[in-house]
T-cell receptor, first 114, second 113 residues
Framework: DTEVTQTPKHLVMGMTNKKSLKCEQHMGHRAMYWYKQKAKKPPELMFVYSYEKLSINESVPSRFSPECPNSSLLNLHLHALQPEDSALYLC?????????????FGEGSWLTVV | GNSVTQMEGPVTLSEEAFLTINCTYTATGYPSLFWYVQYPGEGLQLLLKATKADDKGSNKGFEATYRKETTSFHLEKGSVQVSDSAVYFCALGLNTGGFKTIFGAGTRLFVKA
């Protein structure tokens, strides 16, 4: 069982809706990530939070807004999305130590924009 | 730049066949290397990793050795099972002012009974 929990597992939203994806981990990790994965493609990094501060934004459109309320939680706020934003959104976490460490993924949230 | 190149799939094998999935990388600095597996409809699971040259990662019968001289991290398994059918991603991890994991395109494996 994964120790990174994502909700909801499935979300269908209209282009004018506002919704949020949520992620929680209790492994004591201090780095958290959002990835986007389209069908038959590898995950693409969107955002990295390190010690609750945004450290990497991979030029993601502003209709995606991340938030890290505390060290265990990571949200992705969605507003005015486009159908091409439909994808699997993966949350992940790791220890932000000097050495490269393993990232642990949740099972993802399947997003469909209609 | 930093990148990962995997052999294209799909790869179709019979049960108990030998598996090799090739992976090569380009990176600045000293990356860690990973293999992740994704079963249908699920997220990614770490399969194995290696953090420095000549390290061998292994798990569930899968192995991969970090070869700095050939910049490779090929995945092998001596005898595949139907339950190994999945997509396999090779990845490298870098600390570039933040922690990035860069994935290869993925290789889909089908194992027939």
């Amino acid at each position: 069982d994964t120790e990174v929990t994502q909700t909801p597992k499935h979300l269908v939203m209209g282009m004018t809706n506002k919704k949020s994806l949520k992620c929680e981990q209790h492994m004591g990790h201090r780095a958290m990530y959002w990835y986007k994965q389209k069908a038959k493609k590898p995950p693409e990094l969107m955002f990295v939070y390190s010690y609750e501060k945004l450290s990497i934004n991979e030029s993601v459109p502003s209709r995606f807004s991340p938030e890290c309320p505390n060290s265990s939680l990571l949200n992705l706020h969605l507003h005015a999305l486009q159908p091409e934003d439909s994808a699997l959104y993966l949350c992940a976490s790791s220890q932000p130590t000097r050495e490269i460490n393993t990232i642990y993924f949740g099972e993802g949230s399947w997003l469909t924009v209609v | 730049g930093n990148s990962v190149t995997q052999m294209e799939g799909p790869v179709t094998l019979s049960e108990e066949a030998f598996l090799t999935i090739n992976c090569t990388y380009t990176a600045t600095g000293y990356p860690s290397l990973f293999w992740y597996v994704q079963y249908p409809g699920e997220g990614l699971q770490l399969l194995l990793k290696a953090t420095k040259a000549d390290d061998k990662g292994s798990n569930k019968g899968f192995e991969a050795t970090y070869r700095k001289e050939t910049t490779s991290f090929h995945l092998e398994k001596g005898s595949v099972q139907v339950s190994d059918s999945a997509v396999y991603f090779c990845a490298l991890g870098l600390n570039t002012g933040g922690f990035k994991t860069i994935f290869g395109a993925g290789t889909r494996l089908f194992v027939k009974a």
